[in-house]
C-alpha cells in the first residue's frame, strides 16, 4: 500500500497536491458566473452531467478580488445533476448563477467602429467568407470565452453587412477530444464535393494538443453550427509548429489548393474533397524573414494596377521577426503554377508598417472581384497586457488589397480601407516646407500626443506613440515606427496625403493613393481629438 502511495507521489504531484473545490449551481439559470483575477494562477475546470464530463476549460479563477467574471451556459442542464470540478480553491466560487449576463460596455479604450469580442480574449481572424446567399461577411475568430487572455481557443463567430456593423454569435467550434481550435479558414463547398451537402460551409482548422493536426467541419445553416467531421484529423505530420491551414480554389484544376505554416516554411497540398490531402511542395527556405515562426499563411491572386495582369501573392505571418519587434506580415510576390510557388524576389516586404498588424488573411469568396483581408490590431510582444480587461484585442478595419509597380520596377502590395468604411478617415496633407518635415499632431488635453512626421528627403513617415498615454504596460509598447514610402515612377513625392482612422484605442494610416497602411494601437488617458499639423 505505501509502495503504491509512494509511486502515485512520483509520477502526479500535480494532482495530489492541489485541492479541488466541487461547485453546483445554486438554482436553475442561464449562466453559471466564474470570478476571474488575472493575477491568479489558470486551473483546470471540468464540466460533469449526469456523471459524465461533457466540457472542460482553464480560468484563472479569482482568489482575493475578482477583476472581472466569465459566464457559462447552463440553461441546457437540469442543475441537479451538474456540477463543476475545479483544481483550486476560490472563497469567491460561491453561487453565481444569473439569467442575464451583462456585457455593455466598460472600457474607455473599447474601439467604436473596429470589429472585436463582446468580452474575452481574441487574436487571429479565422475562417473568413462571403455568402453571396444571403450577403453576408461571415467572420471567425480565435476566442477565449473564459478569460481576457490566450486559452481555451475557439472561433467565436460575427457577421456583417457592410464590414462595418458587426453582430456576434454563439461560438461555432469549441475545443473537442482532438484538441481546442486554432486558426485555419472556410469555404462555400457550392458542389458538394466534400458530400456534407451543396453549400455546405467547410471549415478547416487545427486541432492542437501536444501536437498540431488539420481538422475540418461542416454547417449545413449558413455558417451558424458546425458539426466536426467523424474522419478528423485529415492532415498530420511529425513536426511541432503545423498549423493555419488556408484553402483556395484552384479554378485550372478544378480542384482544392491548401496552404499552411510549417516551422519555417509553408507546404501546398491538392485535393478534389476536401478531406484527402496530397502534398505538392515547399516554400521558404531562404526566402524573408526567419526571425520566428511562419503563421498563418494565404494565398491570393491580384490584380497589377493599371494593367490586365495578376500575380500571385503568399501572405505569411511571423513572429517574433517583425520590423520592429514581435509580430507582423510579410508577403511575396510570385507565380503558382497550381503546384510550386515562385517568388520574384528573396528578401522580405512588409505589408504594414505599424506594430499592430498580425496573422493577416482574405475573405473567401468575395464578390465583384474583391480582395478584402483583416489583421488582427495587436502584437504578441505585449497583446495580454494591454490596460483593457473586460475584452483584449480588436481587429483592423478591412482592407483592399492590390499591387502596383514601384519606381523601380518591384511589385509592391497596395492597401486600401475598405470602401464601405472609407468615410471614416480623415484626410490630410502632409506638405513639408523646403528642407523640411511635415508634422501631425494628434492629442487631447490630457497631454497625451501621436507625433506623424513625413519626411520627404527620406521618402519615409514616422509614428511616434512614446507619449501616447499609456505606455508603461510593456516596455516594447512605447516606439516610433519609421515606414519607407515606394514611390511609383513619376509620384511627387514633396508632400504626403494620408486617411488618418482613429478610434478608441487605435490609430491607422492609409496613403491616398493605396501604396501603403500603417496600424498602431494607442491607450490615451482621453479620446484623442485635437489635430494640429506644422
Ligand atoms: C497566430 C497563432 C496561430 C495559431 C493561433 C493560436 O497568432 O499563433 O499560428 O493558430 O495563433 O491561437
Redesign the pocket.
Known sequence: MKKQLILLFALLPGMIMSAATVIRPAKQANYFLFPIQESAPTVRVRVVYENQEVDRFNIMLALTDADYTVPYDISRYDVRHLQFVVDGESKLLTDNTTDRFDDSNREIWRPEFHHMPAYGWM??P?GMYYDPATGLWHLYF?LNPYGSK?EN?TWGHSTSKDLLHWEHHQNAIKPDGLG?I???SAVIDKDNTAGFGKNAVVAM??S?SEN?TQSIAYSTDGGMTFTAYAGNPVLTADIP?F??PKIFRNEKTGEWNLVL?AGQEVRYYASSNLKDWRYLSSFGKGYGAHGG?W??PDMIELPVRGTDKTKWVLLL?I?PGGPFGG?ATQYFVGDWDGKTFKSDHRTTRWMDYGKDH??TVSFSGAPDGRHVVMA?MSN?QYAQSVPTTQYRSGNSLPREIDLYEDAHGELRMGVRPAREVRQLGKRFVLKPKKGKTANLEISNTAGDVVVITYDPQRQVLLFDRTASGRVEFSEDFPCEVKMPVFARKGDNMSQLTIDVFVDNSSIEIFDADGRFALTNLVFPNEPLTIYTQY
Open positions: 487574436n487571429d479565422n480565435q490566450w481557443m481546442t486554432f486558426s485555419g482548422y487545427t492542437a498540431q509548429d498549423r493555419d505554416a515562426v503563421e498563418c505571418n513572429n509580430s498580425y496573422a488582427w504578441w
